[in-house]
Each structure stands twice: as structure tokens, then as C-alpha cells.
């Protein structure tokens, strides 16, 4: 599976911007498919997930009620919809994908991964 991100830039807090994940190679309607953020000095870290064929969703707590995480079988495409950002929301956006069926959360149980988009939130 190849991923490409994309749908980063400079926005003021409170906005909003929605990233695109476009997969190639594999359909991912079967796929556990993750949003993840590194921002400078930190480590990678889960921000939402979309498991399966039943798009069972999962986020992390600072996001939740913010982000919205969706994909389009049709078009192989995930997506994250991110409303009222927030300057800590600043980090560069990892998509990635994964045919196992373990935790969603943890980054190393993903095998395929986007290049990264950077998101950046202005106070």
C-alpha cells in the first residue's frame, strides 16, 4: 500500500483544515487505518483511527469532539477533518495503514506509512 498525505498549512486557532490520505496499491476498506502527529522534539503519537469494514472510529481524548476521521471506499481515500485548532495541534500529520489486527493506537503496529504533512496553528 502506498500512502500520500496531504492537506497541511498555516492556519489561525480556531480554524479549520481537513487532510486527505489517498491509498494506492491495495483497497483499504478492510484496513485499519490511523492519523498519527509528530511534533518538534516529541514523539510520534496516535491521533484518530478507522478500523475495518464497519469504520469503527477511535480518537485521542484532546481531539475528540474536534476531529472528525472518515474514508471513501470509492475513492481509497481517509480523511480528518480538524475544527477548532488549537496552536498544540501543531505537528507535521502522518496517514498510515495496516492489515493487522492489533491495537490501533501504537504506531509500530502500523506497516504502511504516508510521507507527512505539516499542520500549523497560529495563536
Known amino acids: 500500500v502506498q500512502l500520500q498525505a496531504s492537506g497541511g498549512g498555516l492556519v489561525q486557532a480556531g480554524g479549520s483544515l481537513r487532510l486527505s490520505c489517498a491509498a494506492s496499491g491495495r483497497t483499504i476498506g478492510r484496513y485499519k487505518m490511523g492519523w498519527f502527529r509528530q511534533a518538534p522534539g516529541k514523539e510520534r503519537e496516535f491521533v484518530a483511527a478507522i478500523i475495518g469494514n464497519l469504520g469503527t472510529t477511535l480518537y485521542r481524548d484532546s481531539v475528540k469532539g474536534r476531529f472528525i476521521i472518515s474514508r471513501d471506499n470509492a475513492n481509497n481515500t481517509m480523511y480528518l477533518q480538524m475544527n477548532s485548532l488549537k496552536p498544540e495541534d501543531t505537528a507535521v500529520y502522518y496517514c498510515?495503514?495496516?492489515?493487522?489486527?492489533?491495537?490501533?493506537?501504537?504506531?509500530?503496529?502500523?506497516?504502511?506509512w504516508g510521507q507527512g504533512t505539516l499542520v500549523t496553528v497560529s495563536s
Open positions: 498510515a495503514a495496516s492489515s493487522r489486527w492489533n491495537a490501533a493506537t501504537v504506531p509500530t503496529n502500523y506497516e504502511y
